[in-house]
């Protein structure tokens, strides 16, 4: 009887995961259409506002990227 519970458990568990993932799955497939429409249409432009493709340092993209200008640190002294 244990088994049986036990079985009808893990098949519950196994639809439950298949029916999560087909929803994302959808989920995703019409974001990625809605935006080819969107391009199509001219609504949304095509690599405005991407991240570059790698930063200066060759890094995996956790360093900063380095400024065009850079910082003046000011000296501040304080009251003895």
């Given at each position: 009887?244990?088994?049986l ?76």
């Amino acid at each position: 009887m244990f088994a049986l519970f036990l079985f009808a458990a893990f098949a519950l568990a196994g639809l439950l995961t298949v029916a999560v993932l087909a929803d994302s799955g959808l989920r995703w497939w019409s974001a990625f259409g809605m935006l080819r429409m969107r391009l199509k249409q001219g609504y949304a432009g095509a690599l405005v506002g991407q991240r570059p493709r790698s930063l200066a340092e060759g890094s995996l993209g956790y360093a900063r990227a380095r400024t065009a200008n850079p910082v003046i640190r000011q000296t501040t002294r304080h009251a003895a």
